[in-house]
């Protein structure tokens, strides 16, 4: 009986594991797509003068929470991962192997920053009451956190 039951704890773990996988890869589109949404609505309203208005607010809010879902669905599949086990080999060792230093520090730790630039850009827009300046820092602030999120995605092991 006692078999019985790790034996289904190890297949929910690793259902759940591959669930968590596949959620954040896909909403990985989802927070970039809009992510890049925004940068373009703030780049098409700087050249044309468009006033700040809900739609805009309203789109960059949405890619702030895209994100920080993704951040913390990230959070999950970072310690559930059999990858995580990866520590156990040590620090020096995860340091010098470059796919262990890849998605356990990395990844984890530019995607982070990322999305704490993402959120910067966001706190910064409220407090200027000009048109092209809250389009500016929401745009600059995306478009860095943008490149930083892109850079540490593992694009040939991505879904």
């Known amino acids: 009986m006692l078999i019985f039951s790790l034996y289904l704890v190890k297949m929910t773990l690793e259902l759940f594991f591959s669930w968590i996988l596949k959620l954040h890869s896909y909403w990985a589109f989802l927070a970039l797509t809009c992510t890049i949404i925004v940068i373009i609505n703030c780049s098409y309203s700087l050249i044309y003068r468009k006033p ?8 960059s809010l949405f890619a702030l929470v895209f994100n920080h879902i993704q951040l913390v669905i990230g959070f999950i599949l970072y310690f559930i991962s059999p990858k995580f086990l990866w520590w156990n080999s040590g620090f020096k060792s995860v340091i010098e192997n470059s796919d262990y230093r890849v998605y356990l ?30 389009f500016i820092r929401i745009g600059v602030f995306y478009l860095i956190g943008l490149f930083l999120l892109s850079s540490r995605i593992p694009w040939a092991n991505w879904i």
């Open 52 to 59: 700040f208005q809900t739609f805009d607010l309203r789109i």
């Open 105 to 134: 520090i990395e990844h984890p730790i530019v995607n982070v920053i990322g999305v704490l630039i993402i959120t910067i850009g966001w706190s910064i827009h409220k407090k200027s009451n000009i048109n092209s300046k809250k």
